[in-house]
């Protein structure tokens, strides 16, 4: 049954569309920007709450918001341009740091960060202290192990190197002593698991009588002395070389760069 109006009275404005946004069986707005490698959740969800977010050119600054997932998404420019401004730095990190958290007795690699151990070759601006600002490690790197750990502001970076469908693989070089299983070599290239789960294809070989050379394409803790336990060696010595198509390259122990804009992992 149809409302009367009496004459003269205005049709009630009809409420304003949604974008393809608010369906209570779509996907949050915070999952689609991080699968499309606009930013991470975290940082989608600041960016929502600042109003700097737009679906189907509409503004969305609620926090939980549901979006169909083939919707357009855009960010404001002041979000643009805070993203620019964001740094990636590689670090060639020493024996006895830790990749994160701070433990008893070690420092966090992120302590190495500053004026004094900047790579003098580095061609990026010098170092402001802006720059610590929500820097983490993208990845881990043991406590006694060496070689190129990424820190990275930019959720989309630390996203592409370890996200749960990063595809980028890291290259190492392991000093072992001990003897090889028979067939220990082909073991370690595709046929270990740990915990129970089984690993993904690896690369692994003979650089001399006492160094392996290893690409993995993922990270679980402590895995290359654990893989190399499983079939006699002992590892002495470990350094992480590259990451992706960037390389630790000529950047000495203990000192930092940061990632070129020419430079893609």
């Not at 503004?59 to 993203?83: C, Y």
Request: overall charge positive.
């Amino acid at each position: 049954m149809h409302e009367e109006r009496g004459p003269g009275q205005a049709r009630p404005a009809r409420p304003a569309a949604e974008p393809r946004a608010a369906a209570a069986e779509g996907v949050r707005l915070s999952k689609v920007m991080a699968e499309r490698g606009i930013c991470s959740r975290r940082e989608a969800d600041e960016l929502i709450e600042r109003g700097w977010v737009f679906v189907d050119g509409r503004r969305v600054s609620e926090l939980g918001t549901r979006i169909d997932p083939s919707a357009n998404i855009t960010l404001a420019p002041e979000a643009r341009r805070e993203q620019a401004q964001r740094v990636t730095i590689l670090l060639h990190k020493p024996v006895g740091y830790v990749s994160g958290q701070p433990e008893p007795g070690f420092e966090p690699a992120v302590s190495l960060i500053g004026p004094d151990n900047q790579f003098d070759r580095d061609t990026a601006p010098r170092f402001h202290p802006s720059n610590l600002k929500n820097l983490a490690p993208a990845g881990r790197l043991d406590i006694d192990s060496t070689g190129l750990l990424v820190l990275t502001q930019d959720g989309r970076i630390a996203r592409q190197l370890i996200g749960e469908d990063s595809k980028i693989d890291k290259e190492y070089l392991v000093r072992v002593e001990g003897t090889l299983i028979d067939d220990g070599l082909d073991l370690l290239n595709h046929g270990l698991e740990l915990d129970g789960r089984k690993l993904r294809p690896a690369e692994v070989e003979w650089i001399n009588d006492d160094q392996l050379r290893f690409v993995l394409r993922e990270g679980r803790k402590r895995q290359i002395r654990r893989m190399c336990e499983l079939v006699g060696l002992r590892v002495t010595g470990l350094k992480r070389v590259r990451i992706g198509r960037v390389r630790l390259g000529e950047l000495p122990l203990g000192q930092w760069r940061y990632l070129r804009e020419d430079e893609r992992f």
